[in-house]
């Protein structure tokens, strides 16, 4: 089994930055590709971004793009979303998750059990 653990969030006003990160742990695959996603309360859990193992497929959600910067280091089995531009709607818990294609992270078909996420609330 998968873990995998969140970190780095916190409270900033609109306009301000955070850098999430998400370790993963435990019996992954040989290779797999890594993705964030949110839940905002009284919504479901929605698609943020997603990187492939090599870094050569990334894939943003039309409401972080150009705002939102996903990387990983596959030596620390890590991936990261460098948020910036924060808006009040991005006010979430996050969490990661993986899966062997970035196909079926876009489609929130992941392996792994859900963490317990970190939540960023962005102040107006």
């Known amino acids: 089994q998968v873990q995998l653990v969140e970190s780095g969030g916190g409270l900033v006003q609109a306009g301000g930055s955070l850098r999430l990160s998400c370790a993963a742990s435990g019996r992954t695959p040989s290779s797999y590709a890594m993705g964030w996603f949110r839940q905002a309360p009284g919504k479901e859990r929605e698609f943020v971004a997603t990187?492939?193992?090599?870094?050569?497929?990334?894939l943003y959600a039309d409401s972080v793009k150009g705002r939102f910067t996903i990387s990983r280091d596959n030596a620390k089995n890590t991936v990261y979303l460098q948020m910036n531009s924060l808006k009040p709607e991005d006010t979430a818990v996050y969490y990661c998750n993986l899966d062997r294609q970035s196909c079926n992270i876009i489609r929130m078909r992941v392996l792994s059990p859900w963490g317990q996420g970190t939540q960023v609330t962005v102040s107006s």
């Open positions: 990187i492939s193992w090599s870094g050569g497929t990334i």
